[in-house]
């Protein structure tokens, strides 16, 4: 399996990279038990210092890490340039919180002491996806190495020079030798890695086959795991909503990182009396987007993280229109240009039963739905294999309370797109993963709960 960065905006390869050789693999699995057994050793506020210097260099140097982001995956400079300060973010978020997260919890019982105290696992293999390069990454590790453990990256294949700068900003911000590797090898690999002892826990963040493939792998050999996986999140308009500001949150809530996000917005589920007009403003705010080159500062939407993906969304795109539904703007691959760019594309009538509606468009097409009312809205906000996020508009409390109660999600956000806080627990539920990343839950996966009794 080729790893190399090949630039989507001209379709470049611009670098190659040989994979690990299994003698190699072994020689870090080796460095990564070692480092663990004296790595655990240090104090909460030594990890903090290291972690607090990781999101020095992060901010420091987040104009050179957003172009490396770009080059590699695609994404507008400026979104690139974000992501590299959120991951600052979350460093900050857990060298100032994870001693309180993991202090012994004391609890009454019978015996003179009792109490729960969170001790690390080890080495913690972290299997990321190409579209936050650099969050996915950070939101694992931060914790991860605050709890005490070690982490192992395999990054996805199309952003190695991404990955072995993550490894480089946690050398020069001080962890010690072997704390956190990237693994340069192919998905074929994973399964070897999950059986060999070393390694204690993974995490996974990416498709559902991929998903699959880790946990089974995992299951054989009863180690933990957390999975985040796709979406095909709702954004659901009611007739009491601000219009104005649901369509300009909408735009955004889809187009996010070329449209690749799994929590981006995908299926518009509209009530008819606001459909026409809700339709019509989006409709405004797609012909706005500038598509271009992601390195330009005026860029709303780059192009797609490579030629493959390409493929499968406009192949999509063509299966909706073959069962029913009717293209309002793009609907094909811009091929007067070089790179895989697709445009903003809305897609309407879509048969509700058809087995199209309920797939994820990992790209910038927006599926709108009209309903008669919210019963309708949350029975096909529901009526999907997956429940990561969903992102409800309206100003009446009963109908924002119901959709809070009533959606299957790991997250409801009411007059707001979904997103991740480095505060809120993020991840979902159904087909779309198990387990929770960020704020006391996600710290708290990897580490073992330890309860202890003295009498």
Known sequence: MAIATINPATGETVKTFETLKDGEIATKLDLAGQAFEQYRKTSFSQRSLWLQQAAVILEQEKVDFGKLITLEMGKPLKAAIAEAEKCATVCRYYA????????????????????????????????????????QVFRFAAPALMAGNVGLLKHASN?????????????????????????????????????????????????????????????????????????????????????????ATATTARMLNNGQSCIAAKRFILAEAIADQFQKLLLEKFQALKIGDPLLPDTDLGPLATPGILQDLDQQVKTAVKSGG??????????????????????????????????????????????????????????????????????????????????????????????????????????????????IQGIHEFVNVKTVWIK
């Not at 309180?100 to 299997?127: C, E, K, M």
């Not at 993974?202 to 946990?215: K, R």
């Open 96 to 135: 100032e919180n994870a001693a309180d997260f993991l202090a012994d919890v004391p609890v009454n019982t019978d015996a003179s002491h009792s109490f729960i105290r969170y001790q690390p696992l080890g080495a913690i293999l972290a299997v990321m996806p190409w579209n936050f390069p650099f969050w």
């Open 159 to 247: 952003v190695p020079q991404c990955a072995l700068a993550i490894e480089d900003i946690f050398t020069r911000a001080g962890f010690p030798h072997g704390v956190f590797q990237t693994l340069l090898i192919g998905a074929s690999q994973v399964a070897n890695l999950m059986a060999d002892e070393r390694v204690k826990a993974a995490t996974l963040t990416g498709s559902e086959p991929a998903g699959i493939s880790l946990a089974v792998a995992s299951a054989k050999q009863i180690k933990k795991t957390v999975l985040e996986l796709g979406g095909s999140d709702p954004f659901i308009v009611l007739e009491s909503a601000d219009l104005a500001a649901a369509a």
């Open 326 to 439: 009717k293209i309002v703007i793009g609907g094909h691959p811009l091929g007067d240009i070089p790179g895989n760019f697709y445009p903003p594309t809305m897609i309407i009538d879509i048969p509700v039963d058809d087995p199209i509606a309920k797939e994820e468009f990992f790209g910038p097409v927006a599926l709108l739905f009209r309903v008669a009312d919210i019963d309708a809205a949350i029975k096909l906000a529901n009526d999907i294999p997956f429940g990561l996020g969903a992102s409800g508009w309206t100003n009446n409390k009963e109908e924002s309370d119901r959709l809070i109660a009533e959606i299957d999600a790991g997250a409801v956000f009411i007059n707001s797109m979904v997103k991740s806080d480095v505060r809120l627990p993020f991840g979902g539920i159904k087909r779309s993963g198990y387990g929770r990343e960020l704020s």
